[in-house]
């Protein structure tokens, strides 16, 4: 049994690890942790290589852990988030690692892909660019 929040998501993580992989489940939520404003599904799916009957079964089993927001995937809630940053970002190069990942992915992205990206971010209720506009008006 859990003895507080952390300690079930952490879990969670780890049923989610037995069921479908450990780096599956750990380059997943790294991902999504590092992303400033998530991910779309088809970036994540490119970003992890890793096929779509793949991923279907685990994106169905982790939906409680993740949410969408504007056409971007993200962590759910605060408990997940600290949690996944307890469990695979804790030391300073595996963050650094998760970013250079991502990083090069978004280098490489076709066009069309990182347009998409763009327009979400610019579009996202959380945007810098959208509370600037929000507070002058």
């Not at 997943?28 to 599904?41: C, D, V």
């Not at 939906?63 to 997940?80: P, T």
């Not at 996944?84 to 190069?93: M, S």
Request: hydrophobic residues 40%; positive net charge.
């Amino acid at each position: 049994a859990a003895k507080n929040p952390m300690a079930l998501a952490d879990i969670v993580l780890a049923r989610y690890e037995a069921n479908f992989g450990t780096d599956l489940v750990r380059r997943t939520f790294s991902f999504l942790k590092a992303s400033r404003f998530g991910m779309s599904e088809e970036e994540l799916l490119a970003a992890l290589d890793v096929p779509p009957d793949a991923w279907s079964p685990f994106f169905l089993a982790t939906r409680g852990a993740l949410c969408s927001v504007g056409g971007l995937l993200n962590i759910s809630d605060n408990v997940m988030n600290r949690a996944v940053r307890a469990r695979y970002l804790k030391k300073d190069d595996a963050r650094l690692d998760v970013h250079k990942q991502l990083l090069h992915f978004f280098e490489h992205a076709p066009l069309e892909r990182d347009r998409h990206h763009r327009e979400a971010r610019r579009d996202h209720p959380r945007h810098p660019q959208q509370h600037q506009v929000r507070l002058q008006s």
